[in-house]
């Protein structure tokens, strides 16, 4: 693949190594926040005390954000999308999102080759112009808007592209994947869909249940996305979707980002090789052909750099926000897939994908077919 293309990713947030660097490596981070803890700090925030000092470094320090560019040249991805969102329970996922969103919109306007994304033109000029490219998104339309449609507008006015309408359990749009409800897209769900579908929006069903999968890609004026899931038929688990969900937004021209966190895609208690994710984006492909098939690694938790004393905090923060408690509990979080354990080994995936796909096909899944689905998107308008 040209350096002038597009290779895309479903990150969820920024790679650890930015922030073992702010803190001058692993041992110092822990011991930092063992410090707060120390202090009487709670582990939620340490963690937004560590991201809060991140965000200044990056500001401040131009040889800092110079390494930072570094990870991402050394991953060899030029075009993410993350999520604005806070990991402290005490505040609103609507007051969260802000706060994180200013913490981005500071990150843009520091480093003139980091930019935001809002368009698929812009998109494919961010790889030949040579910057990092983010897509914004949210990963609960429900929480983030609070019961009001023209809330979608605010969001897309800051600049927001992808929006998933649920994260696991059910909020008054829509039934998510981890919820003992079989309900699907409410009535205001609908009129949120429609909004999204006006403004130009990424319609996104990652973390929704079945019901509401369905009842979705029929309801929507534009084809949507499932940017970071398994295959059911790989292996079962309700973070996947199933051949019924796949077929019918394979019937819309829809896309598929495969998800890469080991628990999503193999039994917990295995260390599943990059062999499986790929073999999550073969069946995904056998339905919705290669061309609409891409990658979503949502690799932030199973970074192996991911902070040792907070990884207690993390997996009960996850059954918070919906996972199953059984399953997390057996999870062994920040071990990485195979030889893909910091975010700087994100070559290992495309090699992995060479193995299996044609040259052609590969460039497609590692960001073409991203962004073409996003001109099907908004081509209308």
Known sequence: MSNNQPVFDYAASAPWAQVIRAYGGSDELNYAIEEMVADGKRRDECWEAIWDREVRRFERDSEFRDTVKDIYETAGVNLLSVTPWVHDSSLSERVGQRRDLSRWQARFEAADWLQKVTS???????????DIG??????NVGAAIDGSVNEVDVLYNEGVRIFQLTYNRQNLLATGCNDPSDGGLSTFGRDVVDRINQLGGIVDLSHCGKRTTLDTIEFSEDPVAVT???????????????????????AVDGYMGIVGLPWFIA???????????????????????????????????????????????????????????????RRTIAAGIDDFETYE?????????????????????LGENFVDFWERVTDHR
Not at 120 to 130: H, I, L, N, Q, T
Not at 228 to 250: M, N
Not at 354 to 365: K, Y
């Open 120 to 130: 698929p033109r812009e998109a494919r000029r961010v790889p030949e112009d040579g």
């Open 345 to 365: 080994d994100w070559p290992v995936v495309r090699r992995a994908l060479e193995e299996r796909f044609t040259t052609s096909e590969v460039e497609g899944i």
């Open 267 to 329: 039994p917990a208690g295995e260390r599943p090789d990059l062999d499986v994710f790929v073999d999550h984006m073969v069946h995904a492909a056998s339905i919705l052909g290669v061309d609409n098939v891409g990658i979503g690694t949502d690799f932030f938790p199973a970074d192996s750099l991911f902070p040792d004393v907070l990884l207690e905090y993390y997996k009960q923060h996850i059954i918070e926000l919906g996972f199953d408690r059984e399953k997390v509990e």
């Open 134 to 139: 983010i897509v914004l998104n949210t990963q």
């Open 228 to 250: 970071h899931a398994g295959c059911q038929t790989v292996f079962d688990h309700y973070r996947g979707k199933s051949d019924e969900e796949i077929e019918a937004l394979a």
